[in-house]
Antibody, heavy 118, light 107 residues
């Protein structure tokens, strides 16, 4: 069974950095790109970027470029999303997700709530 | 970036109703479009991929159609568990984008 288990909720001050993890099991970590999606409270879904665990290559949405870093650790089958220079509008649930054989986001983590507040 | 516009943004319907949600892309995405269902506090769930292919385990009352720029998600007979928010998403080009969502509420 494919599982993506994310780290727990975080509370950060404006200007700080948060790093969320996503540990996978049930499939070969390097077989699928790992994506991250942001969902602000009461809002829709926004794609942030992806990492290819095979070689660490990344692609980011323009909105987050320069503030987001997505990495993958093949020794622990874990992906990470780091977001810096946090501001109040970064308060959101962040999901990791993979594109499966369907070529769509078949599997999702449970989400990690990040609250940015002074 | 390719913009996806869903309509309506919200919809009230009754159990047993037939419901259609549309998704219009700002440029051709061929058939690289998916539909997701999301319930409060939960991650989105894939319903339809490649515009019209039903994901395994998804009830057959859900169907998708369209290609190019115009797509629809149809629920043939609403069940109580279908009241949720629905999103379309395109994979044709980066950045991957989602529609703004359609909130389906009980009438």
């Amino acid at each position: 069974e494919v599982q993506l288990i994310q780290s727990g909720a975080e509370v950060k001050k404006p200007g700080a950095t948060v790093k969320i993890s996503c540990k996978v099991s049930g499939y070969i970590f390097t077989d699928y790109y790992m994506h991250w999606v942001q969902q602000a409270p009461g809002k829709g879904l926004e794609w942030m970027g992806l990492v290819d665990p095979k070689d660490g290559e990344t692609k980011y949405a323009e909105k987050f470029q320069g503030r987001v870093t997505i990495t993958a650790d093949t020794s622990t089958d874990t992906a990470f999303m780091e977001l810096s220079s946090l501001r109040s509008d970064d308060t959101a649930v962040y999901y990791c997700t993979i594109v499966g054989p369907s070529s769509s986001f078949e599997y999702w983590g449970q989400g990690t709530l990040v609250t940015v507040s002074s | 970036a390719i913009q996806l516009t869903q309509s309506p943004s919200s919809l009230s319907a009754s159990v047993g109703d037939r419901v259609t949600i549309t998704c219009r892309a700002s440029q051709d995405v061929t058939s690289t479009l998916a539909w997701y269902q999301q319930k409060p506090g939960k991650a989105p769930k894939l319903l339809i991929y490649d515009a019209s292919t039903l994901e395994g385990g998804v009830p057959s009352r859900f169907s998708g159609s369209g290609s190019g720029t115009d797509f629809t998600l149809t629920i043939s007979s609403l069940q109580p568990e279908d009241f949720a928010t629905y999103y379309c998403q395109q994979f044709n080009s980066f950045p991957i984008t989602f529609g703004q969502g359609t909130r389906l509420e009980i009438k």
